[in-house]
């Protein structure tokens, strides 16, 4: 199949991309997205679904690269903006709630949505999963380039009644903190709160139980901090990201997503969860 490099000076995040040629050489890309929460980047909707694209072999790289879901975002804003897919649609018969896109439950909505707009579609698909579109950050990406307003009333929807289909206790991820930030060197004791913040989300944890030796967690590390002892994988947390590409590959379900002691009292005193 092969790809191809293709440069984008005016990216905020990467300024060069490997694309399968495919994408490159077809007439019109039809995407075809399935609605699902991402531990990740939240929704993981039409925009995201073009991180197809990137080669197979190149994709956890990114996420080592800028692990910030925020940064995140606008990559995948700009690796849209490469291939512009001309139609979008949204299989939302049955979701997925939870820790997805992979181990989370699923849930029945019974809509099925189209679009010639990316991040439309997923901003009508949050609605449909009652979730907040601005703290998609692909969407919050799209605000910032000025193709989408702000308050997002530059959104019609056409057809059957969308709140007939609104599921209203749609399940977040368990990893949501929201919206990243970024800045200066922080005084101690602000570097204290976000060492104790990052203690919040919870890190991927294998069962050896359940673990079938197919090491595709080692191979889906970016930072490669999943080491083979004794035939079975283990995680070096300082090392860990928590990017969560392991949980997200691991088809046994032998990885669970699991809060330190410190990110339990947080969940409860701080975040009241």
Excluded: W
């Excluded at 790809?3 to 890309?29: H, N, Q």
């Excluded at 939240?42 to 679904?49: H, Q, R, T, V």
């Excluded at 579109?133 to 019609?156: C, F, M, N, W």
């Excluded at 709140?163 to 005084?187: A, M, N, R, W």
């Amino acid at each position: 199949m092969g790809y191809r490099e293709v440069s984008t000076p005016g990216s905020t995040t990467i300024k060069r991309f490997p694309i399968i040629s495919p994408a490159l050489d077809c007439d019109a890309i039809v995407v075809v997205s399935k609605a699902k929460t991402h531990s990740l980047t939240y929704l993981s909707g039409a925009a995201k679904n073009i991180f197809g694209v990137i080669p197979g072999l190149d994709k956890p790289t990114y996420h080592a690269r800028l692990p910030d879901p925020v940064a995140f975002g606008r990559m995948i804003i700009d690796i849209n903006d490469i291939v512009k897919p001309k139609l979008q649609v949204m299989d939302a018969v049955m979701g997925m709630e939870g820790d997805g896109p992979h181990a989370g439950t699923p849930r029945k909505i019974g809509a099925v949505l189209a679009s010639g707009n990316y991040s439309a579609i997923d901003v009508a698909t949050c609605r449909l999963m009652s979730l907040d579109p601005l703290r998609v950050p692909t969407i919050t990406a799209a605000i910032e380039r000025g193709y989408l307003k702000g308050d997002l009333s530059d959104i019609s929807l056409v057809g059957d009644n969308l709140e007939e289909f609104i599921v209203k206790d749609y399940q977040c991820p368990s990893t949501y903190l929201g919206q990243g930030k970024s800045g200066g060197k922080p005084h101690r004791l602000l570097r204290l709160v976000f060492k104790l913040v990052n203690e919040y989300p919870p890190r991927p944890v294998i069962h050896t139980d359940r673990c079938i030796r197919c090491m595709k967690c080692v191979r889906s590390c970016p930072v490669k901090t999943i080491a083979v002892v004794d035939t079975l994988p283990r995680i070096g947390y300082k090392k860990c990201i928590k990017c969560y590409c392991c949980h997200e590959m691991c088809d046994s379900h032998a990885i669970t997503l699991e809060r330190t002691f410190t990110g339990k009292i947080l969940a409860k005193v701080v975040f009241r969860k």
